[in-house]
């Protein structure tokens, strides 16, 4: 169902079974969680699907090494089995990532990690290699029946500068064991969407779209049209994450509402094109300490380095952005790791930042307040629907939260789950061919797609590409100056994705702004795509060029000049080619 179809029957019939506020990842896996089980089911999201913290993690999928110093084993053991399910359901987009830790004492943080267990207050210390030692440990134990990753291993001070070299001299050792990475988040959010949408007309979603209060009852606002629908849920699940309590001053009347459940806090990350930077890492993450004790992490990223991250308190997560105090701490955590290579201010080709959604804590260390998830029902007073809220939560546990919260829900509504999906594919990780080689060539066949084409569009989007090579086939296309995206590519999104801003596309649906690959050509390119498929004026079309602009420029740190600038990379490119 498209967007007007979907207001249409909830003009005509506005009772729902449960409506979901909030598209970042937890929403959307609670979702799809409860489409499968041919729950009534509708998802609002007051912004663009996985536009806030969603799109702004450390692009890691991991288990939460730091977590054990708060205790948080049982979250650890979650988070690395969620890991390795992802590593088999979406492996096109998730894969193995070797990180490698500098250790620069050998005892510091024994004493520290006992005082965390005890519940003291704590400032955060060096972690030597006993310390490291034993976190390691407990990770191969819990993941030991599984072992879908080698062990750890520890080098020590002549054989870690042998292969990195440009450490930070100071180090007495290194250990190496391997997590894993998402390419691109987004793209699993949008995946994650389409399987709960695939399972019948009984689940539907909006964004741009926001449930509101009225009265004794509750509407959407189309936040597009501008116009209002009324709604009769018979059951609401928040999962705003760090906008929980915001979200709850809509839900509940004035004198009802709870006391507060979040206290997020804020990560911002730099994306940076430097060769010196991206090859002193050799194709390992870095997860190493800043001086003050803080981790911090560095790893190849889509042809660049992604370096992170704060940690920050933040009382409105709706204008959080990349603060220049911020930067200048993530690049002096750089330059103390590696203190041989200089980064200058215009290999920043980008910057993000987000909230992460942590219960409310008064503790004065960020660090250690609990990262784990849970799942709260706040009954209304007034007969209205009761509210589950879901409190916390990281990206690496979507689903098994997602899980949690459609389970307390089905025993609310009387159902029981039909269908599970640990072992479920997602999106383009269906049908994972063995031999992509075989698979490209038989898509080759098909459509006649060049197969390099075909094996761009599945490094993106798996064994979805399919669909994409079909569609690129069917008409005249022209692949974007160096950016592998094509117009008839881009067509395919906008189609089938849902995108309405000019953003949606180029920060989310793609990973052409992220990368530091986007141009102003290429932002015009893409713009006029959209308008034409939209039917947009030219005033709506300039509106929405500088609305992009002053978003990229105000959130990203990439300016007008820097766009500009990229006009002449492009061109360098396409001569090339």
């Given amino acids: ?44 999201e007051k912004h663009d699907y996985c536009s806030g913290a969603s799109a702004a993690l450390s692009r890691m999928v991991h288990g939460g090494l730091r977590y054990l110093e708060n205790g948080e084993f049982s979250l ?29 004492d050998i005892f510091s943080g024994l004493a520290n990690g006992v005082v965390r267990f005890l519940g003291l207050s704590r400032r955060p210390s060096r972690r030597g290699a006993i310390a490291v030692k034993a976190g390691l440990s407990i990770y191969d134990f819990l993941t030991r029946k599984r072992a879908l990753m080698p062990r750890h291993r520890f080098r020590g001070r002549q054989a870690t500068l042998a292969k990195w070299p440009a450490l930070n001299p100071a180090i007495k050792s290194s250990a190496t064991y391997h997590d894993a990475w998402v390419k691109h988040p987004e ?10 949408l695939s399972a019948g007309d009984h689940a539907y979603a909006l964004n741009y779209a926001e449930l509101q209060r009225s009265g004794h009852g509750f509407i959407v606002h189309d936040h597009l049209a501008g116009t209002t629908t009324p709604i009769e849920p018979a059951f609401i699940i928040n999962a705003t994450g760090g906008w929980i309590d915001i979200a ?45 004790g803080r981790i911090c992490i560095l790893f190849p990223y889509l042809g660049k380095v992604l370096v992170g991250s704060t940690d920050i308190r933040v009382d409105d997560p709706e204008s959080v952005y990349c603060e220049p105090d911020e930067r200048d701490y993530i690049l002096q955590s750089l330059a103390f790791v590696l203190p041989g290579i200089k980064v200058r201010p215009e290999e920043v080709v980008f910057q993000f930042s987000g909230v992460r959604p942590l219960p409310a804590s008064k503790d004065d260390f960020t660090g250690r307040i609990p990262r784990d998830h849970y799942c709260t029902i706040i009954d209304s007073s007034d ?60 898509i080759y066949a098909d459509t006649t797609v060049p197969p390099k084409r075909i094996a761009e569009l599945f490094e993106r989007y798996g064994t979805d590409a399919e669909a994409v090579a079909r569609f690129i086939a069917a008409g005249p296309d022209n692949v974007m100056a160096n950016a592998a995206y094509s117009s008839r590519e881009i067509v395919f999104l906008i189609r089938n994705e849902a995108p309405e801003h000019l953003d949606d596309l180029l920060l989310r649906r793609t990973t052409l702004a992220i990368s530091g690959q986007l141009s102003l050509d290429m932002t015009e390119a893409v713009l006029d795509l959209l308008a034409q498929v939209k039917g947009w004026s030219p005033a709506r079309r300039k509106a929405e060029l500088t609305r992009f602009l002053t978003l990229l420029a105000e959130r990203h740190g990439v300016g007008l000049d820097t766009l500009n600038a990229r006009n002449e990379q492009g061109v360098r490119y396409a001569e090339q080619s």
Wanted: proline residues 6%; hydrophobic residues 40%.
């Fill in 383 to 442: 007969d209205g629907p009761a509210v589950l809220c879901m409190i916390g939560g990281k990206w690496t546990t979507f689903r098994s939260f997602g899980e949690l919260a459609a389970d307390m829900t089905l025993e609310r509504l009387h159902q029981t789950r039909q269908v599970a999906t640990t072992s479920r594919p997602i999106g383009g990780g269906r049908a994972f061919p063995e031999d992509i080689g075989k698979w490209i060539s038989r």
């Fill in 1 to 44: 169902m498209n967007r007007e179809e979907i207001f249409d029957g909830l003009r005509r019939s506005p009772k729902v079974d449960v409506c979901v506020v909030g598209g970042g990842i937890n929403g959307i896996s609670v979702f799809r969680e409860l489409a499968l089980q041919g729950v009534n089911v509708l998802l609002v």
């Fill in 248 to 292: 709850n001053a809509d839900l509940f009347p004035q004198e009802k509402r709870p006391a507060p459940l979040m206290g997020g806090t804020k990560g911002s990350h730099l994306i940076i094109d430097n060769a010196d930077l991206a090859n002193a890492l050799d194709n390992h993450m870095i997860y190493y300490e800043n001086e003050d």
């Fill in 187 to 196: 793209r699993i959010g949008m995946e994650v969407l389409q399987d709960g």
């Fill in 76 to 104: 650890v053991r979650e988070s690395l089995v969620e890991r390795d399910r992802l590593l088999r359901n979406a492996p096109h987009l998730v894969a193995p990532l070797p990180t490698t830790v500098p250790v620069f």
